[in-house]
């Protein structure tokens, strides 16, 4: 990621490259960095043609279009899709927090390592009544789950933490 124009620290750093850009008249690269930074390419058709004078607009947009790439190259699912589910609602809801996802060198992996770091240190073990009727499939066939189990994802309020502390802190 960030391969041909590198990491912005902030959404106007992407606005200074892109008026640099056109200006050199180099639509196509306009369109790359808007790809490379996960913003729409109608938006990079719109600065381009003159329609918007800005190719990104807010904080929130750029660190959308961040998390959005980020979360395509990990590949992300299951509860780790709830968990950058969250970073997207915190975007909204918590001040500063756009800015601090955009900011270079904070990284989706990063954050979902801490979550998982959590998730381990804080695992408990379930009832041995929950696990007892349990079933799962393995190698194909049904059976009862084994004791002990141990889980130990963080609830909201956890993540939410962990995330403005990953990011912010």
Not at 5 to 18: S, T, V
Not at 44 to 50: C, F, K, N, P, S
Not at 150 to 163: E, F, M
Request: proline share 2%; hydrophobic share 40%; aromatic share 8%.
């Amino acid at each position: 990621m960030f391969e041909e124009f590198g990491e912005f620290n902030a959404f106007e750093e992407i606005n200074e490259k892109a008026q640099e850009l056109l200006k050199a008249a180099d639509t196509d690269a306009v369109r790359r960095l808007a790809k490379e930074n996960g913003l729409d390419p109608e938006e990079a058709e719109d600065y381009i043609t003159g329609e918007t004078n800005k190719l990104c607009y807010t904080a929130l947009m750029a660190a959308v279009g961040k998390l959005d790439l980020e979360e395509k190259d990990l590949d992300i699912g299951g509860v780790l899709k709830d968990w950058t589910d969250c970073v997207r609602d915190m975007c909204v809801d918590v001040d500063g927090m756009a800015e601090a996802v955009r900011k270079k060198g904070k990284t989706l992996a990063g954050c979902m390592a801490a979550l998982i770091r959590f998730s381990f240190e804080n695992k408990v073990q379930v009832s041995d009544k929950i696990v007892d009727i349990t079933k799962v499939t393995h190698n194909g066939k049904e059976e009862k789950m084994r004791k002990p189990l141990y889980l130990g994802i963080p609830s909201r309020t956890d993540a939410r933490k962990i995330i403005h502390d990953y990011y912010i802190n």
